[in-house]
């Protein structure tokens, strides 16, 4: 039978056993909540749950440079990332073309929305014998700006005199005045075949 204080007038003091009952109740609570906890993260997607939301910041900032890395890679696909956009296999040389003829290159061009507030300030023709030689030819001056849509341009140059028949890479170095800022660009390698002087 249980005594109360007020029923016996008395005051009772703690005991050793009191302790010891109290300190078997606190360990078996905690053990049924450590029990509780090993279930819940073997049974339960909850342990991964809270690792995914502890590392959530560093899975965004990993996800947002991957984002911008695949967006670098798109611009530079598609050619956003210049300020001329040609379409493959429309820009040519007219031939035949021989030694100490002027060389025609058919360029088709057009503006990228980068380049759009650029304006074209020089040019240089470079020439690229089979031997892997690099010699710059004409300049190209410009007689007009084109836009954002596909533009038809002849352009007449003047090879260097040192070219050697063979086959012969014709690409042109553009240089852009970009809101104040030089910006430099480059046109698609064509290919054409040097004959000899007939």
């Known amino acids: 039978m249980t005594q109360s204080i007020e029923s016996q007038g008395r005051r009772i003091v703690p005991t050793l056993g009191f302790f010891l009952d109290r300190l078997w109740v606190w360990i078996t609570g905690i053990l049924f909540w450590v029990i509780g906890a090993v279930f819940l993260a073997i049974f339960t997607p909850f342990w ?3 690792q995914a939301i502890w590392q959530s910041p560093a ?6 440079h991957d984002l911008l890395a695949l967006r670098s890679d ?3 696909a598609t050619g956003d990332n210049r300020v001329i956009r040609q379409t493959p296999g429309l ?3 007219t031939e035949p073309v021989h030694v100490g003829d002027k ?3 058919n360029l088709v061009i057009e503006r990228t929305a980068l380049g759009s507030r650029c304006i074209f300030t020089s040019g240089q023709s470079l020439f690229t014998e089979a031997g892997g030689v690099i010699t ?3 300049p190209v001056a410009p007689t007009r700006q084109i836009g954002e849509e596909q533009t038809r341009l002849r352009i007449g140059l003047t090879p260097p005199e ?3 028949p ?3 890479e014709l690409y042109l170095a553009l240089e852009y005045d970009c809101d104040g800022r030089r910006v430099f660009d480059r046109t698609d390698v064509v290919t054409y075949q040097l004959m000899p002087r007939p």
Do not use: D, K
Not at 59 to 64: G, I
């Open 136 to 138: 710059p030819g004409s």
């Open 59 to 64: 899975t965004l900032t990993a996800l947002q």
């Open 74 to 76: 798109l611009a530079a």
């Open 91 to 93: 820009s040519y040389v």
């Open 162 to 164: 040192t070219l050697r």
């Open 103 to 105: 060389v025609v290159l």
């Open 166 to 168: 063979g086959r012969i």
């Open 48 to 50: 991964g749950n809270v």
